[in-house]
């Protein structure tokens, strides 16, 4: 070892970073960290900088010494500061890592999967003796606390114990464990991927976040397993103390790509059938499907996100929905799409829950059974695909889950919030202005924009037991949807809320039902000091509530379309923690959050392109019947998908036979590959010809890179000749909905994919122009969606609210007339109407018998319509 490497680093810094160093001495103690590259190190003494990768724990002690012995010209004692390593010339992945390594400084590459909260730590321990009252210091250096086998530092006394520990003379440091995991594109076939558990001290302590690329330097350690059965074991762990982390965030900067790759690449995007060698690249052992696989192309590339002026993002994910009876391969299009997508997580919804697709907080060793934040699938495909099989077999908390990361459940702007201090504001005002005035803290959260705030803003919060003021934790800001619901209450409040926003209800216990699941009648929790209106329901439930908590009564229900008087760029949220409610003129409200559990709270990245497979609610689809409410997915859920297949399996002749020649040429080659080792007659020849029926035109590792490059380098424009295109169609398709008597053909939503598709078909070929060939293309294809899944089958019109709210615009004037129908009929019965006279009179409108059965059933399910005696109707 240098023989004095302190001398050494005060050489080094006083030549070096100097200009450093005095700023952080100014910033002290706010600032504690001197970053080091290593290169600059490296140049200065080759050496030095050998000694710090072998024996990095005496250096940089000797760097920590240096700090403190240089002099400044400020009087500043950095007895706190740290020197940190970044640069370091190799990065290492978890599954690289030997016992040689152990001891040595390292850079290790990868993905945090897991966080633990902020605590902290002890490493100074103050104690005192309880016999002479002297007290002395033992430093902790490991995890296990240090307070065995002590003596009395006072020579007069030199008793071993009793010692008290003083925490107040203790000292402390910040600390933070998390577990790193390898990337997904750094995998191979069905590699799982490795963890390593690291540990963060000080000023690196909740800087971290599941779902960040991180590079983390520092000594790579071990530890003994032991069990409480078996003792102590030969084997032992490894784990990485954290000198420093530098963040690796820019887009698939992790795959390289050579100079003779690039120009392969650049080659491939001038063929004229490049379109089509996509195609034939995206799973060629399963025969057809020739529009999902050219959509599945351009979600591999996808559009690129946009931010506003305003600080508005427009996401650019493709979002896929593949819906299809059983057994013909969309789990295994699913698979082979995540493979070859430079970052791509396969989950089932079988076995997915909320916290395997988004995130959660968990208890487990890495955290010493702390909470942690755990990452899920659609966090740890930033950036790229999130497979979810099985869709449909997904609770509905979990689906709720996943509709947050993919929409928004928030209110509408021109809601009324009220502070504690009695002012009242409207939420997209009060959101925008702080956003406006704190601009450089928002981040991007889920799909939406977050500003975290202090204690400057209170709101009046309820646990149901008692009414506190509480901080609003942060504020959010969300793309708006198509429509909202309006919910009017029996005190005169009103809210406008997405359709998925949750509402409290008081029916039976207090619960969260989404807002288009609320209905008129509905009993709400509401502050009792509000409950003076007149027509307030005079009920409370001691089971639930104190009597500080009341019920209002739900008076009105309405949609509202997002235009006109209501239309709106962005909703709104407020979240208050850890009641997740706030009050606002007496009414209990409901806010929303991405991972809440013993006040563990993380904003994580969820920006991949979505590519789901479900099945039909029966098995197999009614062709006669339409196909959105046929899928267990909700209205507010499929409407965030740009593209919706519907695969059938339909008997043909034509299609099953080529079908079947294909499975057999592929089982063939596959026989082949098998025989060859010890087979002689079998020649790679053989073997060549027979695979030519799966082989891919692209190699999957170069589609990969190809990939890579488009969504690294390429971010196309409209031509003018595209939005042309694109304008003439959608407003074509919006004037047949001019007809009253006609439905809604197409909303924004789909301009909008229109958009992020062509983007995507440009990227394809790598050209920085949207033409009008992509426009085509793209319309084509959504065109082809629209006509499955979008079409009224009785009218044979598009309408869009088919997947917007699962109901076509014609079973809604249906059940209009059937609700004038059972009106009109109380009115002159001057009570509730007979429903054999119902269904006469809906049947003398042009109504079948059978749907306004249907109707009347569904009404009574849904609590529209009750029976007040058998055979009886009256609305609520």
């Not at 002290?28 to 490296?42: I, M, N, T, W």
């Not at 071993?160 to 750094?186: H, N, Y």
């Not at 559990?597 to 689809?621: D, E, I």
């Not at 190809?706 to 969504?711: I, K, P």
Request: charge should be negative; proline fraction near 5%; include cysteine.
């Amino acid at each position: 070892m240098t023989a004095d490497p302190v001398a050494k680093w005060e050489e080094f810094l006083r030549s070096r970073y100097w200009d450093d160093l005095l700023e952080l001495a100014d910033s002290y103690p706010d600032e504690r960290s001197l970053v080091v590259q290593f290169p600059d190190l490296d140049k200065f003494d080759p050496e030095f900088a050998e000694e710090l990768l072998e024996n990095p724990e005496q250096v940089l002690e000797a760097a920590q010494a240096a700090l403190l012995e240089l002099d400044l010209p400020m009087d500043v004692y950095m007895d706190r500061a740290h020197v940190r390593i970044a640069g370091l010339p190799r990065h290492y992945k978890t599954r690289e890592l030997r016992s040689d390594h152990i001891g040595k400084l390292l850079a290790i590459e990868g993905l945090v999967r897991t966080a633990t909260e902020v605590r902290p730590k002890i490493v100074s321990a103050a104690f005192q003796c309880q016999r002479c009252g002297f007290t002395f210091f033992k430093e902790q250096t490991g995890n296990k606390f240090e307070d065995q086998n002590l003596k009395c530092q006072n020579q007069a006394c030199d008793r071993g114990g009793p010692f008290k520990l003083v925490l107040a003379q203790s000292k402390f440091v910040d600390a933070q464990k998390i577990r790193v995991q390898e990337s997904p594109e750094d995998l191979r076939g069905g590699e799982q991927p490795q963890t390593l558990d690291v540990e963060l001290e000080d000023d690196l302590a909740g800087r971290i976040f599941p779902g960040d690329r991180v590079v983390v330097n520092g000594v790579l350690k071990s530890y003994q397993r032991s069990t409480p059965q078996q003792g102590k074991s030969t084997y032992f762990d490894l784990f990485h103390k954290g000198n420093s982390v530098e963040m690796t965030e820019q887009e698939f900067e992790e795959i390289d790509i050579s100079q003779e790759e690039e120009e392969q690449i650049l080659e491939m995007s001038r063929d004229p059938d490049m379109y089509e060698n996509v195609r034939k690249s995206i799973a060629p052992s399963i025969y057809g499907y020739d529009d999902v696989k050219e959509a599945l192309g351009l979600q591999l590339v996808s559009g690129f996100e946009k931010h506003l002026p305003d600080g508005a993002r427009i996401r650019g994910d493709i979002h896929i929905l593949l819906v299809g009876d059983p057994g013909i391969a969309k789990s295994q299009l699913l698979r082979y799409m995540t493979k070859i997508s430079p970052r791509g997580i396969y989950t089932s919804g079988k076995s997915s829950t909320s916290a395997g697709l988004t995130a959660t907080a968990v208890k487990d060793e890495l955290g010493d059974g702390r909470w942690t934040i755990e990452a899920g699938a659609l966090v740890l495909a930033d950036k790229g695909i999130a497979a979810i099989d099985e869709m449909d077999k997904m609770d509905n908390e979990d689906k709720s889950a996943l509709h947050e990361a993919m929409e928004q459940q928030s209110y509408h702007p021109l809601t009324e919030i009220q502070l504690s201090d009695g002012r009242k504001v409207r939420i997209g005002d009060f959101v925008d202005d702080l956003m406006s005035a704190r601009s450089e803290d928002v981040v991007q959260g889920v799909d939406c924009e977050i500003l975290r705030l202090g204690t400057d803003v209170m709101v009046q919060s309820t646990d149901f037991d008692k009414i506190i003021d509480l901080a609003v934790d942060r504020v959010s800001r969300h793309r708006a949807p198509d429509h909202f619901i309006k919910i009017k209450y029996s005190n005169g409040r009103e809210i406008i809320v997405t359709p998925e926003h949750p509402v409290y209800v008081s029916n039976d216990g207090i619960a969260c039902v989404p807002a288009c699941q609320s209905k008129v009648g509905d009993l709400v929790p509401a502050q009792e000091s509000a409950l003076n209106d007149p027509k307030r329901q005079a009920h409370t439930n001691p089971e639930t509530a104190s009597s500080v908590i009341g019920s209002l009564k739900v008076e009105e229900i309405k949609v509202v379309p997002n235009d006109g008087d209501f239309h709106a760029n962005y909703v709104y949220d407020i979240t208050v923690e850890p009641t997740h409610t706030f009050i606002s003129q007496g009414v209990v409200l409901h806010n929303t959050i991405s991972v809440a559990k013993a006040g563990v709270m993380a904003t994580l990245k969820s920006r991949c392109s979505l590519l789901a497979a479900a099945n039909p609610k029966l098995g197999r689809f009614d062709k006669y019947e339409p196909i959105a409410p046929q899928i267990n997915l909700t209205p507010a859920l499929m409407s965030r998908f740009d593209l919706i297949f519907v695969l059938t399996d339909d008997p043909d002749t034509k299609r099953d036979s080529a079908i079947a020649q294909h499975i057999l040429k592929s089982n063939y080659a596959g026989e082949l590959s098998t025989q060859i080792a010890w087979n002689p007659e079998i020649s790679q020849d053989d073997i060549d010809n027979a695979l030519t029926v799966i082989k891919p035109a692209i190699d999957p590792e170069l589609l990969r890179k190809y990939v890579a490059y488009a969504r690294k380098k390429i971010f196309p424009t409209l031509t003018d000749e595209a939005k042309e295109y694109f304008l003439r169609y959608y407003v074509g398709l919006r004037m047949q909905g001019q007809d009253t008597n006609k439905p809604v053909p197409v909303t924004a939503r789909q301009l909008e994919a229109l958009i992020r598709l062509g983007e995507a078909s440009a990227r394809l070929r790598l050209s920085d122009k949207v033409t009008i060939g992509d426009a085509q293309r793209v319309v084509k294809i959504l065109e082809g969606c629209l006509r499955k899944v979008g079409v009224d089958p009785e009218t044979g019109f598009l309408d869009a609210d088919i997947i917007a709210s699962g109901t076509t615009k014609s079973t809604r004037d249906r059940t209009k007339s059937v609700i004038d129908v059972i009106r009109d009929i109380s009115k002159e019965q001057q009570g509730p109407a007979p429903r054999d006279a119902v269904l006469d009179r809906a049947v003398e409108l042009g109504i079948e018998r059978a749907k306004a059965e249907e109707i009347i059933d569904r009404m009574r399910r849904d609590g529209d319509v009750f029976e007040p005696r058998p055979g009886m109707l009256k609305l609520p």
